[in-house]
């Protein structure tokens, strides 16, 4: 049984990672948000000591150490994007690995000084990328290594995912501290089509605004249309007129792929391999950090196959 503490509990994705611990057989002995609503650890760790304050977290952990001999292995991290780098870190100091959600990192040099905090201390920093254990994407990562086509693969994109006034109120309307659209919405499909599809050799922005994004993305093995938006009118007329506020389409050569299902113990599996020393680190990581950097700081430029939702603009 390894020892865990969890930072930003009272997150939406937190209860993935307290799933996770406890379907692995192991223990959450601390955990730390400055909001108090987590009632949820009453569904998995109700024993847990939880402090609103990280003095109080950081001299618990110091304090069970010293007197109880209870040393962290792990400490899963589950705060605002902007605040990863510094929790990474802490946990490295602390003696233990670090698992965290994506995006890792806001910027490439942030990976820099990961890898330089990760050689002093011997600890590992592993990163949540589910898509790449998704059973649909790894039969369609293996369809595409064996068929070693000379012709590049047509993709398009597309995820909508509404949100209401709250969000731009929240840290994940705040660019400097969420990485804007790319990166909070479309961190994981980015680090999937490098995973499928190869290095990066082309990145054209073309619209960029606080809701929506869209471009251009050519890799080695495949040229990309992307759009991403939280905003509800940019939702297909018939899902609309279906009352939901989410859509989600990928298609390579005209087919759509399907893989809406099967992302319940996405996270579950994540730690049984990170566990088993084959967790998704810095490297893995990287490319995606770069992909979402230049997309929030690229030009618009009209150069590129633009997505049909564009089309007429």
């Not at 606080?210 to 890799?219: I, R, T, V, W």
Request: aromatic share 10%.
């Amino acid at each position: 049984m390894k020892n865990f503490a969890l930072i930003g509990v009272g997150g939406y994705i937190a209860p993935r990672h307290l799933k996770a611990i406890k379907d692995t057989g192991n223990n959450l002995v601390a955990c730390l948000d400055k909001f108090d609503s987590v009632g949820v650890l009453d569904s998995y760790f109700p024993e847990s000591s939880f402090f609103v304050e990280f003095e109080r977290f950081d001299r618990h952990i110091e304090k069970i150490k010293r007197q109880q001999d209870i040393q962290l292995d792990y400490v899963s991290i589950c705060t605002p994007n902007y605040l990863h780098d510094s929790h990474i870190r802490m946990a490295l100091r602390r003696g233990a690995d670090a698992i965290c959600e994506k995006p890792l990192v806001l910027n490439p040099w942030n990976i820099d000084a990961l890898q330089a905090i990760e050689d002093e201390t011997g600890n590992a920093i592993n990163t949540i990328l589910q898509l790449r254990l998704h059973p649909s994407i790894i039969t369609l990562k293996n369809k595409i290594a064996a068929q070693k086509k000379e012709t590049k693969y047509e993709v398009d994109l597309t995820y909508i995912t509404s949100r209401g006034k709250w969000y731009d109120i929240s840290w994940k309307g705040d660019d400097s501290k969420s990485g804007g659209i790319a990166t909070n919405i479309g961190i994981h499909f980015f680090d999937m089509l490098g995973w499928l599809f190869g290095d990066l050799q082309e990145n054209f922005v073309h619209l960029r605004e606080k809701d929506k994004a869209a471009g251009y993305l050519e890799f080695e093995n495949a040229r990309v249309r992307w759009f991403l938006s939280i905003d509800s009118s940019t939702l297909p007329k018939d899902i609309k007129e279906k009352q939901q506020r989410t859509y989600r389409s990928i298609t390579i050569n005209n087919e759509e792929i399907e893989f809406s299902n099967g992302f319940t113990d996405l996270h579950t599996i994540s730690y049984q391999e990170i566990l088993k020393g084959n967790g998704f680190g810095l490297k893995e990581a990287s490319k995606s950090i770069n992909i979402v950097h230049n997309i929030r700081n690229l030009k618009i430029q009209n150069k590129g196959q633009k997505h049909r939702f564009l089309e007429s603009k």
